[in-house]
């Protein structure tokens, strides 16, 4: 049996085990790559194990493994240098999960597409060793994610956006990748020495390493596995047991100075069947209090905002200015942000995300803002349905590219098409809650209003952002029910004052109820600032209900308000 080095010179295996060891990763559902992804892997490890690793340059994989011909010009088309970090992304979440236990780590060094092979140790630290590197003799107190806070960091990327879009204009030198924040998740540790803690400590560990590495926008790093600078955040965690229950802390941690970003507890009971479900339960909560949009990490990052940023972070900044322009809807905003991200893809062609989110601001300028022709919109579905298709081709388990295409699908009136991307979606992330608000809006809308408000209301529940886009989605869904008093109730708490569409549902809402004051202020507003929408009123409602009886229902409505013409 013959030996192999890595490419690193550091370990021998047989080229027999490494084999098993790529068969193993290419049958294993947890490996989520394309097809082209497992051919570019096959034949780095193929080329390597053969000794012909000085052949596995860009225009070797081009023609050999995509069928590029031979006129392929590595300089001015990059897809080999996207797919080898799309498969980098997908080997290192194989590793995170099912892959987590095997014996030899398989990887793509950057810099090149030489495949390497190293001893896969996963070992937990013992009580001697520390658990990491991170500051501990003055820890912050712990704290959970506020609002006050969260708004404070969506002004100073507001505030960026404009700035981030002259530097992309005047920079000249670009890396490769845009910056993707990395998380060192830690072993839990054990409180109290038992065996029983130990195995609960070790398995939430492992499950909130899985149910983190699902989110596309962030980088896990699981323990004992690499450190440096570009990992900024830890996770940590300790379990107690005593007396039949337990109590898990965790907390989020800066590394550079050990203050707490975010911390809560959990507790319950320590029979079998309620151990199992308080694990995956626990771990879905921190990942979706972290990782999703407006959770922990994007708000720690984004205080770290500056004009003059390089570009990798320009265009990482790029993307969470989206989310600062979405919790208020500002229409002030939205220019600055959309050149952002149109300079960040073409800075980037490879970055899905930004792709997504260009998209979703694309159809947000046919569903917010007003004046538009019937022609001019169908022209933005389109751009925004092509944007949103390049993301999904970049990433397929990229749920916000996921999520773009859905509701492109959707305006683009493709509505049984919107809902299959939809469940394709929620089956690779289901605590995306942003994306689970998203896909019970389109059923509702599309008149599935059983299935879909109860997601509404979940993304409302679960969401640390703002939380006014799901209470207008909650007071339609009792407007449908025909609860009139939740419908007003609901309305009335939801806040988005510069939102025509939202002062065309109250108006709807209020007539209803025979709320004559408000609904005489709603239309007093809408013939000042959105009379073009008035006009056109029945074209929007039967753009954005699936059912025509739901959307003639709601025209009455309007009717009784004054906003529809005898």
Request: a neutral charge.
């Amino acid at each position: 049996m013959g030996a192999t080095l890595n490419a690193h010179g550091r370990i021998d295996f047989s080229a027999e085990d490494c084999r098993a060891q790529l068969a193993r990763i290419l049958s294993s559902a947890d490996f989520q790559a394309t097809d082209r992804e497992r051919r570019f892997l096959s034949y780095a490890v193929d080329e390597t194990l053969a000794g012909r690793g000085d052949r596995i340059k860009a225009y070797s994989i081009a023609v050999e493994v995509f069928d590029r011909g031979s006129s392929f010009d590595p300089q001015t088309d990059p897809i080999v240098r996207i797919t080898a970090g799309h498969l980098r992304r997908s080997l290192e979440r194989y590793y995170l999960t099912a892959g987590l236990a095997d014996p030899i780590l398989i990887s793509l060094p950057k810099g090149g597409y030489v495949a390497a092979f190293s001893s896969h140790g996963t070992v937990a630290p013992t009580a001697e060793e520390p658990t990491s590197a991170i500051a501990r003799e003055h820890p912050q107190p712990p704290r959970r994610l506020g609002k006050p806070r969260l708004i404070a960091a969506l002004a100073v990327l507001a505030a960026a956006a404009v700035a981030l879009v002259f530097w992309f204009a005047s920079s000249r030198l670009s890396p490769s990748e845009p910056e993707t924040p990395h998380l060192l998740v830690e072993w839990f540790d054990d409180m109290n020495g038992s065996s029983a803690t130990t195995a609960l400590a070790r398995g939430l560990t492992q499950e909130v390493i899985s149910q983190l590495s699902k989110f596309s926008d962030i980088v896990v790093v699981q323990p004992l596995g690499q450190t440096g600078p570009d990992i900024r955040y830890a996770l940590a965690g300790g379990v107690d047991m005593s007396a039949g229950t337990f109590r898990v802390r965790v907390r989020m941690l800066n590394r550079a100075n050990g203050s707490v970003l975010w911390a809560h507890s959990y507790d319950g009971t320590t029979t079998v069947p309620e151990l199992l479900k308080v694990q995956a339960d626990i771990a879905a909560d921190v990942a979706t209090s972290l990782a999703q949009p407006y959770g922990a990490l994007f708000e720690a990052d984004a205080k770290r905002a500056v004009p003059d940023a390089p570009d990798d972070q320009a265009a990482y900044f790029c993307t969470l200015s989206y989310y600062s322009y979405r919790a208020g809807f500002n229409p002030e905003t939205r220019p600055a942000v959309r050149s952002c991200l149109e300079r960040a893809v073409e800075r980037f062609p490879g970055y899905a995300t930004a792709w997504a989110l260009l998209s979703l601001i694309y159809i947000d300028e046919v569903r917010f803002y007003f004046p538009f022709g019937s022609q001019k919109s169908a022209s933005l579905i389109d751009r925004a349905l092509a944007a949103a298709d390049r993301a999904v081709q970049l990433e397929p388990t990229n749920v916000r590219a996921l999520q773009a295409q859905m509701i492109a699908l959707y305006f683009k009136g493709e509505i049984d098409a919107a809902i299959r991307v939809g469940r394709r979606g929620m089956t690779i992330n289901r605590n995306d809650t942003v994306f689970v608000g998203e896909y019970g809006y389109r059923l509702a809308l599309s008149g599935n209003w059983k299935e879909g408000c109860p997601l509404v209301a979940e993304a409302r529940n679960r969401n640390p952002g703002p939380l006014a886009y799901y209470e207008v989605g909650l007071a339609l869904c009792a407007y449908f029910s025909r609860d009139i008093e939740q419908a007003v109730m609901w309305i009335r708490k939801a806040n988005v004052p510069d939102n025509a569409l939202y002062h065309v549902i109250a108006a709807a809402i209020f007539a209803e109820g025979g709320y004559t004051a408000d609904v005489e202020r709603e239309r007093s507003w809408l013939m000042e600032h959105g009379p073009e929408l008035v006009a056109n009123v029945r074209r929007e409602a039967l753009l954005r209900f699936g059912s025509p009886d739901d959307a003639e229902r709601f025209l009455v409505s309007l009717k009784k308000a004054g906003l529809m013409p005898d």
